[in-house]
């Protein structure tokens, strides 16, 4: 029963990833991944996918004075 889970969090690994990093495309990696996970080169493009650059930037803005030394 473990070897199951183990194997069934494995092969959703890439949806998981970025799920957890919030990545805007999590929806898409998790449909490409359900339908072409089970081929080796599918899991890889959605792994590669998740893991992709995407970065939440946020801007804070600044409310002060510079003090010239």
Do not use: K
């Not at 473990?2 to 449909?31: E, G, K, V």
């Amino acid at each position: 029963m473990f070897t199951l889970l183990f194997l069934f969090l494995l092969y959703f690994l890439p949806a998981i990833i970025a799920a957890q990093r919030d990545h805007p495309s999590r929806t898409s990696i998790l449909i490409v991944n359900t339908f072409f996970g089970f081929t080796v080169i599918g899991w890889v493009i959605c792994l590669i996918w998740s893991l992709s650059g995407y970065r939440q930037v946020e801007y804070v803005p600044y409310c002060g004075y510079v003090a010239r030394r």
